[in-house]
């Protein structure tokens, strides 16, 4: 019987919708494959991205996209997993694609790798913090604790004899990692001084010292100081140096007449002794530290009397002067090697406030024995944190919110003038010199700048404690640090590695 024309058209249409339909499933199939896999990919490398060095802003970015592109790609997802034989290789695509986008547009970041026990008692605070190899100690007022930055084990710790406590600390360690520390009961003068090796937390040799009133359990910063070989202590009468390996006397300095020392620093090759004078003037002089002799003085006007200062370099030479009198000095000043004056960088200016002490007008509430110096010497380079007016802002309402910006400025120590300025995320909570670069960790973040440039040349997330106040920062490996906080009772740990 022949076929009619009608029934091969029927047929005609059937093939071509059979056709039709394989394609249509075949491309929902593929297009289902590769878009699930790219956002469902995506999403999981931003959810284990941070604890696999993985960080920043971009992070938020992707974890939405990758929600919203599933919404309408779920159902096809399924269906291509259904459909093994295209769906699987399609899938392949779109997880490749889509850590492709990950990898492409997520930024480096740090973790914590491990993180200290919480102080108790809940009042306790550090008073500084030293750095001794594969060592961090962190010194407190009852006691002082070495932890190891491979892991954060405790290697030792040493507590002040009788009821002693703390009060002040070297700002350096010498040859062999020897350390200084002052200790003395409650309301006495700070008059004993302790050698220790910060190796293995052993005591050495003890001396005592003329010391000026104390109040309570206070502290105070750059009593001791470490140069060299020797120590050098300061009293109510001047300053003796004594061999750091045994506490044998060399020699002593008095200070001119009329004058009270104030502050003792250290270098390798240079003592450095301030004294404030009753004419109204800080006097600054650099010793040998072998035998004592003077090399540089330099005196500088303290109008109505210093209320704060502070020995920033010992080579080349620059100290914060910050008078009482409104419109005394307020300035760092930097000094030749004949004591001749080279510049004079104002610490409140026409375009910042300069950070000199890291936390600003808060900073000698902070690790009292040795506190954080915000503005770093490299070269002949002065860098240091600057504010403006408004750079944070925190709006009001139900749904408060807080918006921020920092920096970093570069002056020369020759001349004053400003080299260059690093725009930072919010302000400076730590600063490190590494080599010619300069680490800057603020809340939530930690840069590399280049010294010589201000040229930003790695900035890593830091993502998970925020560091909201000042802490003290080290170099424990490549792209590994070590945090020491001055409170570590509540949000942050007293010690942690990051990583």
Not at 25 to 47: I, W
Not at 110 to 137: E, I, M, Y
Not at 319 to 344: C, I, K, N, P, Y
Request: net charge negative.
């Amino acid at each position: 019987m022949a076929e009619r024309p009608e029934d091969s058209v029927v047929r005609a249409r059937s093939r071509w919708a059979a056709r039709f339909a394989e394609h249509r499933e075949t491309g929902a199939v593929l297009t289902g494959g590769v878009l699930g896999a790219l956002f469902a990919s995506m999403g999981l490398a931003v959810l284990f991205g941070p604890a696999n060095g993985f960080g920043g802003e971009s992070l938020g970015y992707l974890g939405a996209i990758s929600i919203l592109g599933l919404l309408p790609c779920g159902a096809g997802f399924v269906w291509a997993l259904i459909h093994p034989r295209r769906g699987l290789p399609a899938a392949a695509v779109g997880t490749v694609l889509g850590l492709g986008v990950f990898f492409c547009f997520a930024g480096d970041g740090l973790n914590d790798s491990w993180k200290a026990p919480a102080d108790h008692p809940a009042t306790v605070r550090a008073v500084g913090s030293w750095t001794n190899g594969s060592l961090v100690v962190r010194v407190r007022p009852d006691q002082v604790v070495a932890y190891r930055s491979s892991g954060g084990s405790v290697a030792w710790q040493w507590t002040p004899p009788g009821s002693d406590s703390v009060c002040t600390m070297s700002r350096g360690i010498g040859a062999g990692g020897i350390g200084l520390v002052g200790h003395s009961p409650h309301g006495k003068p700070c008059a004993a001084v302790t050698s220790l090796d910060l190796a293995d937390g052993k005591q050495g040799w003890t001396a005592t010292v003329n010391a000026p009133a104390r109040d309570g359990d206070s502290a105070d910063s750059d009593l001791v100081a470490v140069a060299g070989a020797q120590a050098v202590l300061q009293g109510t009468d001047g300053w003796r140096a004594v061999r750091l390996t045994d506490g044998q006397e060399l020699w002593r300095s008095a200070p001119d007449a009329g004058c009270t020392p104030i502050e003792v620093a250290g270098g390798d090759q240079d003592v450095v002794t301030a004294a404030e004078c009753g004419d109204g003037t800080a006097v600054v002089r650099t010793l040998a530290p072998g035998d004592g002799q003077g090399r540089t003085r330099a005196a500088m006007a303290a109008e109505g009397g210093l209320k704060n200062f502070m020995v920033v370099s010992v080579d080349p030479l620059a100290v914060w002067v910050d008078a009482q009198a409104e419109r005394g000095t307020h300035a760092v000043l930097s000094f030749d090697r004949t004591g001749r004056r080279r510049a004079a960088i104002p610490v409140s200016g026409d375009e910042y406030d300069l950070d000199v002490m890291l936390g600003g007008v808060h900073a000698f509430d902070e690790f009292t024995a040795r506190p954080l110096l915000g503005g770093m010497v490299v070269g002949d380079l002065f860098i240091v944190p600057g504010e403006r007016q408004g750079d944070v802002s925190i709006s009001g309402g139900p749904h408060p919110s807080r918006t921020a910006t920092g920096r970093l400025v570069a002056y020369s120590l020759a001349d004053g003038t400003k080299q260059w300025t690093a725009g930072l995320d919010d302000q400076v909570t730590g600063v490190l010199v590494d080599g010619t670069s300069v680490w800057a960790m603020t809340r939530d973040k930690l840069t590399r700048i280049d010294a010589a440039t201000g040229r930003q040349s790695r900035e890593l997330d830091v993502n998970d404690t925020a560091s909201l106040y000042p802490v003290d920062l080290s170099v424990a490996g490549r792209e590994q640090f070590t945090v020491v906080a001055e409170d570590g009772t509540r949000d942050e740990p007293p010690v942690r590695g990051i990583g």
